[in-house]
């Protein structure tokens, strides 16, 4: 069976920390991607990954980065943490050029105090 | 630029009823469109896939119709149940490489015993 995991279900941190939330995925998938969900603004594409060491800026890549070293994991970092990036992340994956869903991990509430 | 919708935003229905979701988008150049269930606090679960080529799919009581030249899409539940109650989002793909997705806000169903 398919599997994204996300490496913490909840987290909380202050602010100016250095954030990283970390993501892995079983299925040799090309593509990852990091969402942020917040309620009435639905999902929004914070960045991607069509590659190992290859990324791309979605559309809200302010305040993040991102690593991608190994095909498997795709890393998201919060630079400096504020408490406007209180939110729940999403990280997915899917193959390239393929009619085959996209699998998500099941989330990261994360906290800015 | 692609934009997605999904009427109604939340939706109450008694158990065993028949309901229509509803999916728009405003460019029909798109690769596939896909519906996920959310339930609170978890990631997204894919339902369906329909290719571009595609009118529709089905999985158990559920089926999702595809009409690319009006831009819609709609998700059909039979006889509901109360466990399908959950956020229901659709997302459409525009390219069949890098697999980004466009999502609409989502749809709230509550079914009712």
């Known amino acids: 069976d398919v599997k994204v995991t996300q490496s913490s279900r909840y987290l909380v941190k202050r602010t100016g920390e250095k954030v990283f939330l970390e993501c892995v995925q079983d299925?040799?998938?090309?593509?990852m991607f990091w969402y942020r969900q917040d309620p009435g603004l639905g999902l929004r594409l914070i960045y991607f990954?069509?590659?190992?060491?290859?990324?791309e800026k979605g559309d809200i890549p302010e305040g993040y980065s991102v690593s991608r070293e190994k095909k498997e994991r795709f890393s998201l970092i919060l630079e400096s943490a504020s408490t406007n990036q209180t939110s729940m992340y999403l990280c997915?994956?899917?193959?390239?050029?393929?009619?085959?869903?996209?699998?998500f991990g099941d989330g990261t509430r994360l906290s800015i105090l | 630029k692609q934009e997605v919708t999904q009427i109604p935003a939340a939706l109450s229905v008694p158990e065993g009823e028949n309901l229509v979701l509803n999916c728009s988008f405003t460019?029909?150049?798109?690769?596939?469109l896909q519906w996920f269930r959310q339930d609170p606090g978890k990631g997204l679960t894919s339902l369906l896939l329909?290719?571009?080529?595609?009118r529709e799919q089905t999985s158990g009581r559920l089926n999702a119709s595809l009409d690319k030249s009006s831009g819609r899409s709609t998700l059909y539940i039979a006889a509901s149940q109360p466990g399908d109650s959950a956020t229901y989002l659709c997302?459409?793909?525009?390219?069949?490489?890098?697999?980004?997705?466009?999502f609409g806000q989502g749809t709230t169903l509550q079914v009712k015993p």
């Open positions: 997915a994956s899917t193959r390239d050029y393929s009619n085959q869903p996209q699998h």
């Open positions: 299925m040799d998938h090309e593509n």
């Open positions: 990954s069509y590659d190992v060491k290859m990324k």
């Open positions: 460019d029909s150049a798109i690769y596939n």
């Open positions: 329909i290719q571009s080529s595609q």
């Open positions: 997302a459409v793909r525009g390219s069949s490489n890098t697999g980004k997705l466009i």
